[in-house]
């Protein structure tokens, strides 16, 4: 397996992946995208990060049947060069 890394903003990732799976989450579950204000670019592959972000949320879309599901990140640490950032994925069943 081989990694393509380069720079790409992971708003825009997250947003892409969220609208793809907006119309999968049934109504009974309301479901928001959760961003940092600010703009956050990484150094990733890419692909490989949009693929586990679609499985995790397709994971939660077939389990989740009630309540609430939100996607999002914040960041962890202003000041370093290399930030770390979570991958925030919260889930509220009834």
Known sequence: MTFK???YP??????????KYENRITQEVQSKL???TDNV???TDAVRLRQMVEHLLDNAA????????DIGYAL???ICIRC????R??????
């Open 5 to 7: 890394f380069t720079i």
């Open 10 to 19: 992971h708003t825009r990732l997250l947003t892409k992946v969220y609208q």
């Open 34 to 36: 959760l961003l940092a």
């Open 41 to 43: 670019e990484i150094e």
């Open 62 to 69: 077939k389990f989740t049947v009630k309540g609430h599901m």
């Open 76 to 78: 962890s640490n202003h």
């Open 84 to 87: 770390r950032y979570r991958l």
């Open 89 to 94: 994925y919260s889930k509220q069943s009834i």
